[in-house]
Nanobody
Framework: QVQLVESGGGLVQPGGSLRLSCAASGFPFSTYAMTWVRQAPGKGLEWVSDINNDGDNTTNADSVKGRFTTSRDNAKNTLYLQMNSLKPEDMGVYYC??????????????WGQGTQVTVSS
């Protein structure tokens, strides 16, 4: 069965950096696009970034563009989100999401449990 386990969240100061990981199993990781989604306290879900199966095509939300980088290591079945220049508004739970196809346009079909990111002085 599909499993997505996020890790790497924690407390950082504004302007700091954090690297999230998502360990994937139960499916051929290299054949599927992946997505990061986040949810701020008391707010709805917000799409963060997408990456295709090969890792050579990504797209990011305007709110994180230039600060966040999504990548993947298909040999390790792992998805990454490098977050730099963190702002208080980046605070929330970050979810790793599997999509149903190779491309960025495919629909999400599995979600991880999320990892908490706290940005505070």
């Amino acid at each position: 069965q599909v499993q997505l386990v996020e890790s790497g969240g924690g407390l950082v100061q504004p302007g700091g950096s954090l690297r999230l990981s998502c360990a994937a199993s139960g499916f051929p990781f290299s054949t599927y696009a992946m997505t990061w989604v986040r949810q701020a306290p008391g707010k709805g879900l917000e799409w963060v970034s997408d990456i295709n199966n090969d890792g050579d095509n990504t797209t990011n939300a305007d709110s994180v563009k230039g600060r966040f980088t999504t990548s993947r290591d298909n040999a390790k079945n792992t998805l990454y989100l490098q977050m730099n220049s963190l702002k208080p508004e980046d605070m929330g739970v970050y979810y790793c999401v599997k999509r149903g196809g190779r491309g960025l346009g495919s629909s999400p079909d599995y979600w991880g449990q999320g990892t908490q990111v706290t940005v505070s002085s």
